[in-house]
């Protein structure tokens, strides 16, 4: 029986430092069924010649010039070039470990569709990484380790961007590429999340995520905290709102002042609780601020919850499971 035609698309910009160790990567795979599709989005370093002479080499490597500028369209453009039966993911400057794409394969064959393929990720840094990197990569594996990863979806990306893998007929019925919302990868995870495509368990490490100071995630705005606060209310309000039960936005911090603009920007009535002495009973945005005992007051709330401290969101998760409050029904962690 033949292996199924995996599509890997990969838009690239200036990224010649690393790039040959990604191409490298594709080519030492245990799964050769393959074509690795480089978009080149006007890079001005040396990439797109290093993408060209591997073109030479091997023919599964193919390599176009972005017809428009940015990610988004880079990734339209890739996708209308590929041809396989599933559709994956890979940024120029990581690094794929050998059996990624058979594990991919192997997990959506055996589970076939409506079903998405990811792995365990590896982040890496030349100077070292931060504590910050380093606690997304535990968490977002042990979500991915038991294929939970949408339970906790609100807080951050749940899909590695560069490391997931599905049907090509689950990847168009989603939309694709062709949203234009950024941060792109995470809209995409929510699109996932909307389709109902089960996260397949995986407890191997199948991507090295690099990370270095000038990365488009860390310099470009599209990446910034607010695009991904507007982007997870957008989704909360169209996939897990219930209008008839009250909503309570829980900290008044950044984050939760932030929040609760965007509410009322939207005419999204809401209660806003906290803990700080200091604001209890004053207003913010003529919004009167409650105590945490409050919440006991409404009958049958949801729960935005934007406080940053880890231990105090550990006592909010435990007071919601004294009441019997499910996750992604009663309450949802926005941080």
Not at 75 to 87: P, T, V
Request: hydrophobic letters at 35%; aromatic letters at 14%; proline letters at 3%.
């Amino acid at each position: 029986m033949s292996q199924p035609l995996v599509s890997i698309v990969i838009p690239f910009k200036n990224t010649e430092a690393f790039i040959k160790e990604c191409i490298t990567s594709i080519l030492r795979q245990t799964y050769s069924n393959w074509e690795a599709i480089f978009i080149d989005d006007y890079s001005e370093d040396n990439s797109y010649s290093i993408v060209e002479n591997y073109t030479q080499q091997d023919s599964r490597v193919k390599l176009y010039k972005n017809s428009d500028s940015g990610i988004i369209e880079a990734l339209k453009n890739a996708y209308k070039h590929s041809s396989g039966s599933y559709i994956s993911r890979m940024d120029s400057d990581d690094i794929m470990t050998p059996t990624r794409l058979e594990t991919m394969v192997s997990n959506l064959e055996k589970y076939g569709k409506k079903h998405l393929a990811i792995g365990q990720v590896k982040y890496f840094r030349a100077d070292g990484l931060s504590d910050g990197f380093a606690r997304y990569e535990q968490w977002l594996n042990s979500l991915t380790v038991e294929g939970k990863n949408y339970s906790e979806i609100y807080k951050e990306c749940v899909i590695p961007s560069p490391c997931w893998m599905l049907h090509r007929d689950d990847f168009d019925a989603c939309g694709g590429f062709n949203s234009d919302i950024y941060p792109e990868d995470y809209d995409l995870a929510f699109r996932f999340y909307k389709a109902n495509y089960t996260c397949i368990p995986c407890d191997k490490v199948l991507l090295h995520w690099r990370d270095y100071s000038t990365r488009t995630s860390r310099t470009h705005e599209h990446y910034a905290e607010n695009s991904f606060l507007d982007l997870k209310v957008k989704y909360f309000l169209e996939l897990n709102y219930d209008a008839s039960r009250p909503l309570a936005i829980w900290g008044a911090g950044h984050k939760g002042k932030t929040l609760a603009k965007i509410l009322l920007k939207q005419n999204i009535p809401f209660y806003w609780i906290c803990d700080n002495p200091k604001k209890i009973g004053k207003h913010i945005y003529d919004q009167e601020l409650f105590n945490f005992d409050y919440l006991s007051e409404l009958k049958n709330p949801q729960s935005i919850v934007t406080v940053a401290n880890s231990e105090a969101q550990k006592e909010i998760k435990h007071y919601f499971e004294t009441q019997n409050m499910q996750a992604m029904i009663d309450y949802f962690f926005f941080c």
